[in-house]
């Protein structure tokens, strides 16, 4: 089956380039000139995964009616907040029943939508099959071809079964799991907590602290994960507590360098003005924020991450109070 990837940063350019090793037919769209350039002429992608040879077999354009001429599935690789523009842009390329292959983790702040229920409303009327790809993956190590293990959620167990053994290969393991909203809410989450962490790590606090987020942020996921419909279990897992320990922990982490920033007293427009990457908790924080409100779940990290993002309380004040909250059972 040819694929096409929707994507030319780290993690497409990743995924596209494991895949055309692998055998694949791999066609991605990139949009930038200067970086089909590179892509063409010297194999490589330095704007995101800089000294990390492509294949010759990853076939980059411009034009999105090429990048999806006769493809089987398409990935999605785009920060979250732009999926839907891009299939409205695409889905008169598409045939019917197309599969969407999701790689982009975060929840749309425009109407508060989990990814799965973005493309089920662009795309409805072509009744598209659905897989989420999430867990613990660093694209940089992937393209390195460093052991990794993912969870790709999708309902058709059939369909899940095919893909699985189209994108594993022997340094990238990847399991099954038909709990879509789980592995979605996983992905999304986890990089709220990430900008924690690393506010955490900022300010000096230590590894105490950071463990703590890191397991109340996972009962904070359960939460929200409960009241969307999702399954206890797949937080336990790789997209769920895998990612979050990966993200929170990780030198790589884009989410936690945001927070790490936050912690040492820069600007939040300062330190996303020098991202060439995006930190897909940024906007989850705010769409997360007000999705706990509508479903009245109770996140007080996220509050919290939240408070000091978009209401510019301080740091160190907003954790203090986030310690001396009433205190309850576990």
Request: proline content about 3%; some cysteine.
């Amino acid at each position: 089956m040819k694929i096409a990837v929707i994507g030319g940063g780290s993690w497409g350019t990743s995924l596209g380039n494991m895949l055309a090793k692998k055998g694949v037919a791999v066609s991605i769209w990139v949009r930038e000139q200067t970086l089909l350039a590179q892509f063409r002429s010297q194999h490589e992608n330095t704007w995101y995964l800089p000294g990390v040879k492509l294949s010759e077999n990853l076939v980059a354009s411009q034009e999105i009616e090429q990048v999806l001429d006769g493809a089987g599935a398409i990935l999605i690789a785009i920060p979250s907040q732009f999926v839907r523009s891009v299939l409205r842009e695409m889905r008169y390329l598409l045939p019917k029943k197309p599969v969407i292959i999701c790689a982009s983790k975060g929840i749309e702040v425009e109407g508060l939508k989990t990814m799965s229920e973005v493309v089920a409303e662009e795309l409805g009327g072509l009744k598209p099959s659905f897989a989420m790809l999430s867990g613990p993956s660093f694209a940089l190590e992937v393209a390195r071809e460093m052991p990794t293990a993912v969870a790709l959620g999708c309902a058709d167990k059939k369909l899940c079964r095919e893909l699985q053994d189209t994108l594993t290969t022997p340094y990238f393991r990847v399991y099954t799991n038909p709990d879509v909203r789980g592995v979605e809410l996983g992905g999304a989450v986890k990089n709220i907590i990430a900008i924690a962490a690393g506010i955490s790590d900022g300010l000096g606090y230590g590894s105490n602290a950071r463990a703590a987020l890191i397991t109340r942020g996972l009962a904070e996921m359960g939460r929200l994960g409960k009241a969307m419909g999702a399954k206890a279990d797949t937080f336990m897992g790789l997209a769920g507590l895998g990612d979050l320990v990966l993200t929170c922990t990780g030198e790589l982490s884009r989410n936690r360098r945001v927070g790490l920033l936050l912690g040492e007293g820069r600007s939040l427009s300062d330190i996303l003005g020098e991202m060439k990457m995006v930190a897909e908790g940024v906007k989850t924080t705010e769409a997360v924020h007000f999705l706990a409100e509508k479903l009245s779940v109770e996140l007080p990290i996220t509050e919290t991450v939240y408070q000091i993002l978009y209401e510019d309380k301080d740091a160190d004040s907003a954790v203090k109070e986030l310690m001396t909250r009433p205190l309850k059972e576990e």
